[in-house]
């Protein structure tokens, strides 16, 4: 049984991809960190003597740190933060536990764009539909909470990325985009090393729809008329990514536990 301030691995993976996902803090040293310089989706790697840093970084929301072996670093740090009132647990076993349980993913630092202001930046272009709305729920989700986005015209994506430090996505010509018959989100699942059942479940749809392919996933067409729909919503873009988030939320909800449910008419006919 976990201790009273300990999460499992088995429970934060449960967490990980949804909007309940608590702020992870890696507070594993240098010489810790090289010998495995992966983190934990969305994790952000934080000096383990800086406390007064982690409580701006969480503000109120709950967190969990992580340490090499969850002993002194995180547990010493969740000790500390409880003493302010922080809803704080530490990962019991730390990164090398987590490294042991099937199906955690891990995403190389070598992978993650420069921070700027605090998160990445990234650049597309503007009036987003799928590839442009999935691809940031993947990164906010498993890469980065705090990255923020772009939308510009096409031909204004390579000056802002250049002027701005900004990583360009889902443009042709970049590295974040599509390569041969798949999209950009599969892009960022191979270069994050987030595969997964579901999250391979939700690229084959998403792939579908963006490229017109539909024989490849029966759910296609519908993702097609809600991205349309939201797009003839909203006139900000950022209004559009922020509403498209939670359309990824239930999409990847559906992918990891509801894709066998089915239902029908008179009740009780479904699942």
């Known amino acids: 049984m976990a201790a009273p301030n300990a999460i499992t691995t088995r429970q934060l993976l449960r967490l990980i991809g949804t909007p309940q996902a608590p702020v992870l803090v890696d507070v594993r040293t240098d010489a810790d960190f090289n010998d495995d310089p992966c983190l934990i989706p969305a994790a952000v790697r ?26 002194k670093l995180s547990q010493g740090v969740v000790s500390w933060l409880q003493t302010g009132g922080a809803r704080a647990e530490y990962l ?40 442009r709305i999935a691809c940031p729920w993947l990164i906010r ?10 939308f510009v015209a096409p031909t204004e994506v390579p000056g802002v990325a250049g002027h701005f430090g900004a990583t360009a996505f889902d443009v042709e010509g970049t590295d974040w985009s599509h390569r041969g018959d798949r999209c950009t989100f599969d892009t960022m699942l191979d270069e994050f090393n987030l595969h997964s059942e579901p999250l391979d479940r939700v690229a084959t749809i998403v792939r579908a729809a963006d490229t017109n392919r539909h024989d490849l996933s029966p759910e296609a067409a519908g993702l097609l008329a809600l991205s349309v729909g939201l797009s003839r ?30 239902h029908d008419w008179p009740a009780g006919h479904g699942q």
């Open 233 to 262: 919503q909203y006139r900000d873009d950022q209004q559009q990514l922020k509403a498209g988030l939670h359309l990824y939320d239930a999409l990847y909800r559906w992918a990891r536990d509801g894709a066998g449910e089915t």
């Open 141 to 150: 989700r498993f890469v980065d909470a705090r990255a923020q986005f772009l």
């Open 92 to 131: 019991e076993g730390g990164t090398l536990a987590w490294r042991a349980t099937p199906g955690a993913p891990s995403v190389p630092v070598s992978a993650l764009p420069a921070i700027i202001d605090g998160g990445t930046l990234w650049v597309t272009r503007h009036r987003p539909k799928i590839d």
């Open 46 to 71: 934080h000096s383990y003597d800086d406390i007064d840093g982690i409580r701006k970084l969480i503000a109120d929301r709950p967190c969990v740190v992580i340490c090499q072996k969850g002993k």
